[in-house]
């Protein structure tokens, strides 16, 4: 059986595609993460200095699937970037969280330390998406 054939196959099944759209997502996030500590300058290492962390605790964050909003807005913030989480309806764009101090005011999540993250975790889902920008 060729490759084509076996992806055709597995994409086939009940469920698959979201599947896929998940992984994909869980990538985007991790490969994202790392882009933005590497265009800062930034080892692992030097990142976990700057929040207070180990370096083990930043290789796990960049691989995580599931990250609380408030962890990635610090994370963000460390490498320079400002962390917004706007729904996208039609349309219509709501930023629900922005951590940029000078936007319009926004919903922001209680603060307390990346050592002990928020219970909620921030799920991508087709139902919400959510835009990163970095300054």
């Known amino acids: 059986m060729s490759a084509k054939s076996w992806e055709k196959k597995v994409l086939a099944k009940p469920g698959a595609a979201a599947r896929v759209a ?9 490969a994202g993460l790392t882009s933005l500590r590497e265009q800062a300058g930034l080892s692992q290492r ?12 930043i290789a796990a964050i960049e691989r995580s699937k599931n990250v609380t909003v408030e962890l990635l807005e610090q994370y963000v913030e460390a490498v ?4 917004r989480v706007t729904v996208v309806k039609g349309n219509k764009h709501t930023t629900l969280i922005t951590s940029d101090r000078h936007a319009t005011p926004s919903i922001r999540p209680a603060a307390s330390s990346i050592k002990t993250p928020a219970k909620q975790t921030a799920r ?5 998406a959510a835009t990163r920008k970095s300054a």
């Open 46 to 57: 030097d990142l976990a200095k700057r929040l207070g962390v180990s370096q083990p605790r």
């Open 124 to 128: 991508r889902t087709p139902a919400r």
């Open 22 to 30: 998940e992984i994909e997502d869980d990538m985007r996030l991790a």
């Open 80 to 83: 320079g970037g400002h962390l």
